[in-house]
């Protein structure tokens, strides 16, 4: 499972490793409303990933490691308070936590250590053979880092082979009322 | 009750007024282990003040608001996961956060917005009537909140009362195992 973490929109994509291919069996993208306490929206984001998280049991969690240079440093902090209470629920799931640095996961995806989001939406798109580009630009960066955990977990990348999309497993998995989520796999 | 939110250190200081003056009911520092994984740390921190703000059950949690330069980005980003999962334990416990600007705590405490950590340390010690320094500099700065807080709440800070400080009330309320907790009010 891939989070790209935010206090206004999370990514979020979980890939399932099979001698058949690679099944997208979640993703998407957990928003908190703007207007809304910020205690409120990390509450909300928390309950959301918690619930995503304890449904999947995914082997490995993959994050986006911080780096030490943000251009805008309070979204930085406040995608921090976001990124704390998604580890926070890994940990309280015993879901092992893997950090990749953006450079790393951008290579092993495109080639390119340097790829701009369009570049890493298409290679996505490819690599797992869906329909449409994955959107928004944070599925897509989610979905990425789940291929490079995966690739981590079993020596390569699944590019090549075939591919199988598969909606949400479970139907009675809803949105939490506090928080929007919006599943668009891209295909 | 005042937190001042750090991922090596955080500072927090209960504080009780009643018409005979204002008690620390409790104050210490929450320290997690750097050897520790993120998640790890997070997690024994959230424990430890999750556990703080349900045996004191503070009427108003007050936390440092976020301002927009700060020195250290990687170490701010890091605040922002501690104070993530603060905001998250308190509103998991229906406490009120309120946050305030570093002038306004220091402006409010020593009359100085633009005080230095010994002037609040020792503008802390004055107001509350302790024998020595609040320390570490993180005991003070929650301090400094919980009186700001407290001045909101009854329109004057505390000064020149009688006052009175407490050994933390419950000896049952021990140090989670994997965060240190050490209080040192300062008396």
């Known amino acids: 499972m891939g989070v790209d973490p935010g206090l206004v929109a999370t990514g979020f994509g979980v890939l399932e490793a099979s001698p058949g291919g690679v099944t997208i069996v979640d993703a998407g993208t957990i928003t908190t409303a703007a207007a809304q306490p910020l205690e409120a929206r990390l509450n909300a984001l928390y309950r959301a990933i918690h619930r995503t998280v304890e449904l999947q049991a995914p082997g490995l969690l993959v994050v986006e490691d911080l780096y030490t240079e943000y251009r805008f440093p309070r979204t930085a902090i406040l995608m921090g308070h976001a990124r704390g ?3 926070l629920a890994a940990r309280q799931l015993g879901v092992t936590i ?9 290579r092993a995806v495109t080639g390119n250590g340097a790829a701009g989001k369009p570049q890493m939406q298409r290679a996505v ?4 053979g869906l ?3 994955p959107r928004p630009s944070h ?6 880092l789940a291929m490079t955990g995966l690739a981590r977990l079993t020596g390569r990348l699944p590019v090549g082979r075939p591919i199988v999309t598969a909606a949400p497993a479970d139907g009675s998995h ?3 009322s506090r928080a929007a989520v919006a599943r668009r ?3």
Chains 1, 2 share one sequence.
Do not use: C, F
């Not at 798109?125 to 797992?128: D, N």
């Not at 599925?139 to 990425?144: H, K, N, Q, R, T």
């Open 174 to 176: 809803r949105p939490h």
């Open 139 to 144: 599925v897509a960066d989610a979905l990425g």
């Open 98 to 106: 893997l950090a990749l640095s953006p450079a790393e996961v951008k």
């Open 131 to 133: 329909k449409e580009l």
């Open 185 to 187: 796999p891209g295909s």
């Open 85 to 87: 209470v998604i580890y």
């Open 125 to 128: 798109q490819t690599v797992l």
